[in-house]
């Protein structure tokens, strides 16, 4: 789409500053130890946003990728962004109190609260055991469409295999005069193995007093990048040994062809999970046109082909849109997107700096996996020609609002070229470790080169412009 740069969020009228999502308790890496309601700040978890948009320039379709990424706060440590020690993939470094489903033998909880807690705890026990009946039991009978919505997300969540489900107040339960009261829930959840990075989210419910009574009669979906897929839609679901596929019905029948196309995408990018252990599982939902413009709550353009939503500094989730992601583009895809979940995971810093580095590695991996050379380079020559290269300079920062798709194919281009050519003067080694420093860290360029290459960041810049312009 000509004059407008493709962005994961919508938002193309403020890429540098996308609306913030709602805040987040600052110490919330596990269920609170006592009821207390935490601090609040102004200021929000996560990170990166990753928009694939499809480019109808050539056949076959070319893609480009656009990032936006927002400071993390490093008081949010909980959110899986402190790890230590070895772990196998996925593994959590076991900080915070576990989960005991089923665990409620003892006296009855004589406090409102305790009989929320209650509630909350035998639900999420029935979960984990599949037992549907026990899951919908909370719900009062005066509310049957919080029994059907509630129904449909147990069978999503079934489908995912949900392995963890630990669900914790935030605060006290506010009651009202009229007996009923409201409760916001944190809750954390794993798929397929009980040694992930945990992804969580925050709710509103609201219950019925009855006496020592308590059911459902309502629960909200995430206040944080909601609603969930499966807090919205009926889930079929693939599991593989590295990947979570999920859709709706109605491509179900895409999913075991797709799966096969993401596993061979994992084996890939999981060699470039240098700084720490890749997820348990990739986690990847592939949408239609209702879902592409409700998950997450945010509206999608219809032509990017997909996106990556951190929901914590580990635990990455990717959409793809299923009106642009075929079988056949599913392996190219995941393998960028996959290289920046192992890449950019435990960076709770922006890299506002290193656009051209962090999407440059991304297309690095993605082009070497294909085995074939960088097939844009009919765009990278349409950009350097038409001057918007501006002073020929290598470290790019994203797309400004209101470049041209063309414009965005020859800076990804451009990025891929630059990382390309670190590879081959220097070796691949040596490359990280400058990714290292620079986008990870937040190293100078200047520090960062001499670190890693053992020359100055003048002489690795000019030498990827003379290699780009002898290219083209």
């Avoid at 393998?335 to 991304?362: C, K, M, P, Q």
């Amino acid at each position: 789409m000509e004059g407008e740069r493709p962005d994961a969020t919508g938002y193309a009228q403020d890429l540098r500053h996308p609306p913030l999502p709602h805040q987040r308790p600052t110490h919330y890496p596990f269920p609170p130890p006592t009821p207390a309601q935490p601090s609040r700040v102004g200021v929000v978890r996560i990170v990166l946003l990753v928009a694939l948009a499809v480019l109808l320039v050539a056949p076959p379709a070319a893609i480009a990728f656009a990032t936006v990424r927002q400071d993390r706060a490093r008081t949010l440590v909980g959110q899986g962004a402190v790890t230590g020690g070895e772990r196998g993939p996925g593994r959590s470094d076991g900080a915070g109190p576990k989960a005991t489903p089923g665990a409620t033998k003892g006296p009855a909880p004589t406090t409102l609260d305790g009989r929320v807690r209650l509630a909350l705890t035998e639900q999420g026990a029935s979960l984990l055991a599949g037992d549907e009946g026990g899951f919908l039991a909370a719900v009062d009978a005066s509310v049957p469409q919080l029994r059907e919505r509630l129904a449909k997300r147990y069978a999503s969540l079934r489908q995912l295999q949900v392995k963890v489900w630990d669900a914790a107040l935030v605060g006290k339960v506010d009651t009202a005069a009229d007996g009923t009261a409201s409760a916001t829930v944190f809750v954390q959840y794993c798929y397929v193995v009980t040694t992930c990075d945990r992804m969580n989210l925050q709710a509103a419910t609201r219950w019925k007093i009855a006496g020592k009574t308590v059911t459902l009669l309502d629960f909200g979906t995430s206040q944080d990048l909601g609603p969930r897929p499966w807090e919205a839609s009926e889930l079929r679901t693939a599991v593989g040994d590295r990947v979570v596929l999920s859709t709706t019905p109605k491509y179900a029948g895409r999913l075991q062809s797709m799966l096969s196309a993401a596993e061979r995408a994992a084996a890939l990018a999981d060699r470039y999970a240098k700084w720490g252990s890749p997820p348990s599982r990739y986690v990847v939902y592939l949408a239609g046109p209702d879902e592409w413009a409700s998950w997450y709550g945010m509206k999608q353009e219809n032509w990017v082909a997909g996106f990556a939503l951190p929901l914590t500094a580990d635990a990455t989730e990717i959409v793809l849109n299923a009106a642009r992601v075929d079988t056949k583009e599913t392996l190219d895809v995941l393998r960028h997107e996959f290289t920046h979940v192992v890449t950019l995971a435990h960076v709770d810093r922006s890299y506002d700096n290193t656009w051209w580095l962090v999407e440059g590695i991304a297309e690095y991996v993605r082009v070497k996996g294909t085995g074939k050379p960088f097939g844009a380079m009919g765009e990278v020559r349409t950009f350097v020609r038409s001057g918007h290269w501006k002073n020929n300079e290598i470290a790019l920062d994203d797309p400004p609002e209101g470049t041209s798709t063309a414009d965005v194919s020859g800076r990804y281009g451009i990025a891929y070229l630059s990382v390309q050519r670190l590879v081959d003067r220097f070796g691949e080694d040596r490359m990280l470790q400058f990714f290292d420093l620079a986008a990870r860290q937040g190293v100078a360029f200047d520090e960062a080169a001499s670190k890693a290459f053992g020359v100055g960041w003048d002489d690795v810049a000019a030498d990827c412009v003379k290699n780009i312009k002898n290219r083209i």
